[in-house]
């Protein structure tokens, strides 16, 4: 813990000097898995804080640093045969960037987004003071503080809850062969108290899958397991897609619990396609495999952000009411036509929150409802000033249907109409009390500035001009992916499955 307290030390020092000097400032984490476009001012560098400081077999918990990726977090608790209970499917996402952001995954029908599993947050205070926020002390910092984006302070220290792992999961799917049908099957496989995990895929309008997970140590007699890691595995859509394709009953197989946490990780669930759409390339099982190393999530966002291509991509997940989820993929479908498009239930986090929610509450009066999220991943227009409006227009659906986005996205929302969706004088009291002011807003951090961007562009010379040119910003994009080096840590990773 010298460690830790020393860079805490140095953090919070950092941030008095920010505060007495009257300076605003940003948090550099050192990883992002946001697609805004961002940009480095003023910064208190927290990247040192990348470790796993213990599992505690007795109370299950770990203590976790921000920058911790869920890969070494779960390669950490699971060799004492535990697991954290929302597991973000993506490897590089941090314990931190799922606290502050919002982290809402195949298990969050049960238990919640990733903030409601952590017990408290140590806390570096806008004005260099460090503190402790938890559900028994500073409740309103450690409740605003999930989803606010860094907005109110600096986290440094996380205490995680912990359940026991199996060596498996059971997976199941079932295929559904209209939107209705796959609204309704999600909807009822929450309520088997059985699951653990459950999420679903729509490849098309008359063709999806609900998959629904339960941990188990049992394998039974002569059945197979199916993992997803190595260059030679499948893609878990491409394997999902292809094992149902004609099926008329549910199919079941086994899979390796780590390797089910990160099944998305190979193609970035269906994104890394695009890649091979840009640059017109073969798209096959020899092809993956031999480009295996680019197509990992790490690598994945490294040249979506390097070659320029997030500015006209759609990478949004919207949080919808059940009954309005069919209209809204109709309205997607006709608007944007992407697929495949990825169903997670989510359970809601109590008002007010920055978190997506909506005040709709089941028979008893009291519980929220739970919404159904939508990943909507795919190519937008090319025009800029037309993927805006395309934008601006999902955003307007979104609201009309009840529903909001996750805010790491592309957000466009004018600052009167965004905080129209949240408890403004909440969270403006929120920043007052904790010397908040000298960092971002969650509107300053999580809007696209269009006139910046716009005139960045036309700043930036013949660079940002060739990065706009194909094929050149994609392989500008694919050169600065190689040079992250990032590559190696899914070749290292200790959480796949050893094949004899």
């Known amino acids: 813990m010298k460690h830790h307290k020393d860079v805490v030390s140095h953090i919070a020092s950092s941030v008095s000097q920010y505060f007495k000097r009257r300076e605003p400032f940003r948090i550099f984490h050192g990883s992002t898995n946001s697609t805004r ?31 911790v990726p869920m890969d070494r977090l779960v390669e950490a608790t699971i060799k004492h045969g535990l697991v954290p209970p929302v597991v973000m499917e993506f490897p ?6 799922g606290f502050a952001g919002t982290g809402g995954e195949s298990s969050s029908f049960k238990y919640g987004y990733f903030n409601e599993t952590v017990n408290s947050i140590e806390v570096v205070l806008g004005n260099g003071n460090i503190v402790t926020a938890s559900e028994k002390e500073n409740t309103d910092l450690f409740h605003g503080a999930s989803g606010a984006v860094g907005s109110l302070g600096i986290t440094t220290l996380l205490e995680l809850q912990l359940i026991q792992a199996k060596k498996f999961v059971e997976a ?19 309520l088997n108290l059985d699951h653990d995990y459950v999420d679903g895929i729509l490849f098309s309008k008359d063709h ?3 998959v629904t997970g339960r941990m188990t140590d049992s394998l039974p007699p002569s059945s197979p397991t199916q993992c997803f890691s190595a260059p030679g595995d499948p893609w878990f859509y491409l394997h999902v897609r292809d094992r149902t394709l004609s099926a008329t009953t549910p199919i079941t197989e086994y899979i390796p619990l780590a390797e089910y946490l990160f099944r998305y990780d190979r193609g970035g669930f269906w994104v890394g396609r695009s890649a091979f759409s840009y640059f017109s390339f073969p798209f096959n099982k020899l092809t993956r495999w031999f480009l295996d190393d680019f197509l990992h999530t790490r690598m994945l966002y490294k040249a979506l952000h390097a070659s320029g291509q997030s500015r006209n991509y759609v990478v949004q997940d919207l949080a919808i009411p059940y009954p309005a989820v069919e209209k809204f993929i109709d309205y997607t479908t006709s608007s944007f036509n992407i697929w495949p498009l990825w169903l997670c ?10 978190h997506p929610h909506n005040p709709a509450t089941e028979i008893d009066n009291k519980t929220l409802a739970p919404l159904l999220n939508v990943g909507l991943w795919g190519f937008g227009p090319s025009d800029s000033d037309t993927f805006v ?32 969706m949240f408890d403004k004088k909440w969270y403006e009291g929120l920043r007052t009390k904790y010397h908040a002011e000298r960092l971002p807003s969650v509107w300053h951090k999580v809007r ?6 716009r005139k960045a562009e036309e700043e930036g010379g013949w660079g ?15 050169r600065k992916a190689i040079q992250s080096r990032e590559y190696l840590i899914a070749r290292s990773s200790t959480w796949k499955e050893r094949r004899e």
């Open 37 to 67: 476009p961002g940009g480095r001012q003023n910064t208190v560098d927290i990247s040192a804080l990348s470790r796993v400081l213990s599992v505690d077999t007795k109370t299950k918990t770990a203590l976790v640093e921000p920058n």
């Open 92 to 97: 590089g996402i941090t314990a931190g960037g």
């Open 172 to 190: 199941t799917y079932h295929p559904v062969r209209s939107i209705a049908e796959a609204v309704a099957k999600v909807k009822e496989e929450t």
């Open 208 to 210: 999806g899958v609900i």
């Open 345 to 354: 239930p989510l359970r809601q986090s109590r008002l007010p929150t920055l």
């Open 389 to 420: 409006a395309k934008n601006r227009e999902l955003e307007a659906q979104l609201k009309e249907l009840g529903g909001m986005k996750w805010l790491y996205a592309h957000t466009y929302y004018p600052e009167t109409e965004f905080w129209e």
């Open 448 to 453: 696209v500035d269009e006139e910046a961007q």
């Open 464 to 478: 940002a001009w060739a990065l706009r040119q194909w094929p050149l910003g994609g392989l500008w994009g694919i």
